[in-house]
């Protein structure tokens, strides 16, 4: 199993961004993908977890009403649209799959990551 994110980089506090994250390896249907961020200093939390399933959406209470994550069945990619972006969001977001509906916990794969920053 693979996951590679994309899509990371500078916004403006206030602005948009869409991260990727492409999943390859494997062909089982029942999982879960979750986007986690981790800021210098801070433990990694939990953003948001969506089952290929069509299983509930849960997102982080921070998050709420700004960020909105969507599969593309075509791309076997899960996208995170954030709007409103707040200088609270800048960290490197990885996403994480488990099989079956765990999410957040028993994550079993991990991207490597990328790096969201955010400017005035």
């Known amino acids: 199993v693979q996951l590679v994110e994309s899509g990371g980089g500078l916004v403006q506090a206030g602005g948009s961004l869409r991260l990727s994250c492409t999943a390859s390896?494997?062909?089982?249907?029942?999982?879960?993908i979750g986007w986690f961020r981790q800021a210098p200093g801070k433990e990694r939390e939990g953003v948001s977890c969506?089952?290929?399933?069509?299983?509930?959406?849960a997102y982080a209470d921070s998050v709420k009403g700004r960020f909105t994550t969507s599969f593309d069945n075509a791309k076997n990619t899960v996208h995170l649209d954030m709007t409103n972006v707040k200088f609270e969001d800048m960290a490197t977001y990885y996403c994480?799959?488990?099989?079956?509906?765990?999410?957040?916990?028993?994550?079993?794969?991990w991207g490597k990551g990328t790096l969201v920053t955010v400017s005035s």
């Open positions: 994480g799959l488990v099989w079956g509906r765990e999410c957040p916990k028993r994550m079993r794969f």
């Open positions: 390896g494997f062909s089982y249907e029942d999982y879960s």
């Open positions: 969506l089952s290929h399933l069509d299983g509930p959406t």
